[in-house]
């Protein structure tokens, strides 16, 4: 099992930028698949973006391509999600998930995880 910590949260405005850490510990950090979940209120949970375990890798979810950057620094065991141009529809609670599989069914990733964080609140302001 690995435990995960989510960092970084907070309130910003359209446009702005946030970064998201994710602190893991409990098996060797490159031994397993990463990813960023997030959910808004009154909807279902969604894929945001997801590493390999040797970052040579990364997926996006369509609405967050060009704008969301995931990365893993292996010295400090954390996964990160680099958040910029943010709008209104960002807001969600952002979950960090690691040790599953990633695939692209067509043409679009799709991944399973089975350890979550507790999650972190992002609000997007107009």
């Known amino acids: 099992q690995v435990q995960l910590v989510e960092f970084g949260g907070g309130l910003v405005q359209a446009g702005g930028s946030l970064r998201l850490s994710c602190a893991a510990s409990?098996?060797?950090?490159?031994?397993?698949?990463m990813g960023w979940f997030r959910q808004a209120p009154g909807k279902e949970r969604e894929f945001v973006a997801a590493?390999?375990?040797?970052?040579?890798?990364?997926y996006y979810a369509d609405s967050v391509k060009g704008r969301f950057a995931i990365s893993r620094e292996y010295v400090k065991n954390t996964l990160y999600l680099q958040m910029n141009s943010l709008k209104p529809e960002d807001t969600a609670v952002y979950y960090c998930?690691?040790?599953?599989?990633?695939?692209?069914?067509?043409?679009?990733?799709?991944?399973?995880?089975?350890?979550w964080g507790q999650g972190t609140q992002v609000t997007v302001s107009s």
């Open positions: 998930a690691a040790d599953g599989i990633i695939k692209v069914v067509a043409g679009r990733p799709q991944a399973d995880f089975g350890s």
């Open positions: 590493i390999n375990w040797s970052a040579s890798n990364t």
């Open positions: 409990g098996r060797t950090f490159n031994s397993y698949n």
